[in-house]
Nanobody
Framework: QVQLVESGGGLVQAGGSLRLSCAAS????????MGWFRQAPGKEREFVAA????????IYSDSVKGRFTISRDNAKKMLYLQMNSLKPEDTAVYYC???????????????WGQGTQVTVSS
């Protein structure tokens, strides 16, 4: 089992950058594949990025590819999302989640954090 807590959200101007962090508790963090999802007001939650247990295999949604980078530090039990060239449409609550295998579908993820708000002003 793993518990997840996101941080690093905030208000940023368009074109700016933010780095989200997700701190995990539990001894099995390195066995999980991890992902980031987001939910904008009035919209369904959507996949953003995911990586496998090693961090070498990654997947990105088309909307963030080339702007966002997902990474992890298994020794520190941390997951990160570096977000560059932010756009107003990136405004959402961002969630980290843990899965048994690298995946883009919500149903594949077993554990979720509480979310952190990212607001991008134009």
């Amino acid at each position: 089992q793993v518990q997840l807590v996101e941080s690093g959200g905030g208000l940023v101007q368009a074109g700016g950058s933010l780095r989200l962090s997700c701190a995990a508790s539990g001894r099995t963090f390195s066995r999980f594949c991890m992902g980031w999802f987001r939910q904008a007001p009035g919209k369904e939650r959507e996949f953003v990025a995911a990586l496998d247990w090693s961090g070498f295999s990654t997947i990105y949604s088309d909307s963030v590819k080339g702007r966002f980078t997902i990474s992890r530090d298994n020794a520190k039990k941390m997951l990160y999302l570096q977000m560059n060239s932010l756009k107003p449409e990136d405004t959402a609550v961002y969630y980290c989640a843990a899965a048994s295998s690298i995946a883009t579908m919500e149903d594949e993820y077993h554990y979720w954090g509480q979310g952190t708000q990212v607001t991008v002003s134009s």
